[in-house]
């Protein structure tokens, strides 16, 4: 959520932003909206000066051995028009966070102009892309033929975008978590947390997936939200919470199912295990301070460009335009990784820096060392990397002639000493 001291300061500075994204001014009407909030504030303390006021003339009185009766019914009118004007305030302030709730966050400054992906500027590339001297297939052409990989199954049982992995194909996604979970928690710093798969709307409105979202995710029927990202309750580790400085960074990483319904990606990747409604991701979160944010941004793309690299599976990064960066992000770079079957860049990893817009929706601070007051911490988080992604990269970067798949040497200690699925070997 936006600081609407901010927006009140600077209503163009708001506009700007939200014409960068392509949506219209709304600086005025926020403006509207807090003001009438503050006039209803600045009544309420009105009123209260005068009840105290009033309060000391009635001892007097009745000191004086005067009657009170006139001073009490002033009191007592008092007191009905502070609980008016504590209803109006209530009211005032619940529909401004309404309001709020649904702004996305401000682009930061470097984040270029644009409408859509086609506009995302490559940042920088990764290893050399190799040309098979066959036509190489889709990663659902390789599993069906392998038997390691059944669509039509988990149709029956589930309906569209669920797959069944088997045999070495469901231990080779398994491989890749554990692979980039211990070098997330060994190399890059990150402390492993299990968190709940189910949350509450508050933590789903902390991470500001609710209420814009709502469509996107699967609710049970007792009110729990299934986790569309372990973002959600890994950064909600922070929520209500007032940290000491001396503890950020805060690196948290969890490897966990996602569900998400994709009501917005009707008719996308239908095919393949490409956008499922369930799958797998390892996830890296950040609690930063606010000075440090923009560097450990870079940090966390890295580490998780680290995972590719260490698979050998060629990659670009890009940096995310106004026009297709998430609500809550003020700058993102997605990570795209190549995939010959479909000759092109997909991508694999998003990583995002949200800045405060996070932290002010659930309350996480921060008291700076030896200065009076709090501050927001910025929240930081990305793909590192969704296992299903790589699961993909890694059979159509690593297949061969016959259709057979060879192991990266990274993954071969979490296989068994297994070279390849498939073929002769």
């Given amino acids: ?34 003001a009438k909030r503050r006039a209803a504030q600045t009544e309420a303390q009105r009123v209260q000066a005068e009840h105290n006021a009033l309060s000391k003339e009635i001892g007097i009185a009745k000191a004086k051995g005067q009657d009170a009766a006139p001073i ?10 502070q609980a008016e004007l504590e209803e ?39 290893g050399p892309i190799a040309k098979p001297d066959f036509a190489p297939k889709q990663h659902f052409e390789l599993g069906e033929a392998l038997g390691l990989m059944d669509f039509e199954q988990a149709g029956v049982i589930s309906g569209a975008r669920f797959t069944i992995l088997k ?47 709502a469509e996107d995710l699967f609710r049970t029927t007792n009110d729990y939200w299934m986790i569309p990202t372990a973002e959600v309750p890994l950064t909600n580790l922070a929520a209500g919470k007032l940290l000491d400085e001396k503890q950020l960074p805060l690196r948290f990483t969890a490897w966990t199912p996602c569900f998400r ?21 390892v996830e890296l979160v950040s609690i930063a301070h606010p000075d440090k944010s923009e560097e450990e941004h870079e940090r966390m793309t890295a580490c998780a460009e680290e995972v590719l690299k260490r698979l050998g599976i060629p990659f670009r990064t890009v940096m995310l335009c106004t026009g297709d960066m998430g609500f809550a992000s003020r700058k993102t770079y997605d990570i795209e990784a190549w995939l010959p079957g479909q000759g092109m860049y997909r991508e694999i990893s998003s990583c995002s820096n949200c800045g405060d817009f996070q932290a002010r929706r659930m309350d996480a601070r921060f008291r700076p060392a030896g200065q009076k007051g709090t501050r927001f911490v910025h929240t930081l988080n990305g793909s590192g990397i969704a296992v299903g992604r790589a699961l993909i990269a890694v059979m159509e970067n690593y297949q061969r002639a016959d259709g057979s798949i060879e192991i990266p040497e990274a993954l071969r200690p979490y296989m068994g000493g297994m070279t390849q699925i498939g073929g002769n070997g």
């Fill in 1 to 34: 959520m936006l600081d609407v001291k901010w927006i009140r300061e600077n209503p163009g500075a708001l506009d700007e932003a939200l014409r960068r994204r392509g949506l219209p001014p709304l600086g005025a009407e926020v403006q509207q909206l807090d």
């Fill in 72 to 81: 009490l019914a002033k009191v007592g009118a008092l007191k009905a028009r």
């Fill in 88 to 126: 109006v305030m209530k009211a005032s302030d619940a529909e401004l966070e309404r309001f709020l709730a649904v702004v996305p966050n401000a682009p930061a400054a470097d984040v270029p102009e644009g409408k859509t992906a086609d506009d995302n500027p490559v940042v920088r590339r990764s």
């Fill in 167 to 213: 045999g070495a194909l469901a231990r080779l996604e398994r491989a890749l978590a554990q692979f980039m979970l211990d070098l997330h928690t060994t190399t890059n710093g990150y402390t492993e947390v299990s968190p709940p798969l189910l949350v509450r709307d508050r933590a789903l409105y902390g991470t500001a997936n609710l209420p814009k979202f």
């Fill in 261 to 281: 319904s994709e009501a917005g990606a009707a008719g996308k990747d239908t095919r393949g295990m490409l956008r499922q409604h369930q799958f797998y991701k």
